[in-house]
């Protein structure tokens, strides 16, 4: 399968960076000249990695790179340049990751191809998106004893439900700890956790609206995620759990293994089975800290 890699650079240099990566069969380049034209790609079309220059003519390299954060943060990057890192302006950039390649060096050409392959194979060099007040959100799910609390029958039962009122392959609970989310009851496979980097999940907490992906193959978001499609996960409906305190600790999902459309009205229930979910979690922890309610 042929990976696209978009290369972004002036026109009279990209043409250089295109033949370069064209000399390996597994990778497709795509070359823009732009700012504007190299985020309007990243967007439409599915890139496993990004090559740009630093000086552009309607701004930077790092301009890209901070949109591809927000876009699609397992998609690595390399800053292809002859500016040296001390001219290079990071302000406002700080949270931003990016593979440096000096093209001047005498074998440019030929590490650019090899660094390209390199950081597709690890991936997971972006990391993913997390919410500003992170901190806060996970001493609120810590504050959730989950191990000690007896929620497994009822999320059983819940997750059953959801299959079947949806009609989906799997549905599941998970709770979005630092680095993985956790699954507490699954329908329709025997999943125990993703990691934060593989699982749409850490995307969808960032929606305030309950997130659909009809077809994770026409996503750039997701459409190179292999751990998904090991899972055969191809269109995916995500609620957020959400405490009172309104940080989100967790997803309520629905899943499918070929491409589908929600409606508005299955999105709402799904957001119903999210609701019930946390206040199943809120009744057990308060009987399991109060002690006063009859058991």
């Known amino acids: 399968m042929t990976r696209n890699v978009l290369c972004v650079d002036t026109a009279e240099r990209v043409t250089d960076v295109v033949s370069t990566l064209e000399d390996d069969d597994q990778l497709a ?16 079309e599915p890139i496993v990695c990004v090559v740009t220059a630093y000086d552009l003519s309607d701004g930077t390299g790092l301009d890209i790179i901070d949109a591809l954060k927000s876009e699609s943060p397992q998609t690595p990057s390399i800053l292809f340049t002859d500016v040296s890192p001390g001219e290079i302006d990071t302000t406002g950039f700080d949270e931003v990751i990016v593979e440096y390649l000096n093209r001047d060096l005498p074998d440019a050409d030929d590490r650019l191809g090899f660094v390209v392959n390199d950081v597709i194979e690890h991936s997971a060099q972006v990391g993913f998106l997390a919410p500003e007040d992170e ?6 799910l810590a504050e959730y004893d989950v191990e000690e609390l007896p929620v497994e029958e009822s999320f059983d039962r819940l997750t ?12 599941f609970i998970g709770l979005i700890e630092k680095d993985e989310e956790n699954f507490l009851a699954c329908t329709g496979a025997d999943w125990d956790s993703l990691t934060r980097e ?14 659909v992906v009809e077809d994770i193959d026409a996503d750039s978001r997701f ?6 499609k090991n899972l055969g996960i191809v269109s995916y409906a995500g609620a957020n759990m959400t405490a009172p305190n309104g940080q989100v600790i967790g997803q309520v999902c629905a899943l499918d293994h070929e491409p589908r459309e929600f409606s508005a009205h299955e999105r709402d229930t799904l957001q119903q089975y999210a609701e019930t979910a946390m206040e199943i979690l809120e009744l057990r922890q308060a009987v399991d800290s109060g002690g006063e309610v009859a058991q």
């Open 160 to 171: 059953d439900l959801i299959a079947d009122h949806l009609d989906v392959a799997v549905s």
């Open 135 to 140: 901190d806060d959100r996970l001493e609120t």
């Open 198 to 211: 593989d699982t749409i999940c850490t995307h969808s907490m960032l929606q305030e609206d309950v997130m």
């Open 223 to 228: 459409s190179e995620n292999q751990q998904l």
């Open 29 to 44: 380049p795509i070359s823009v000249t732009s700012v504007e034209s190299a985020i309007e790609t990243i967007v439409q």
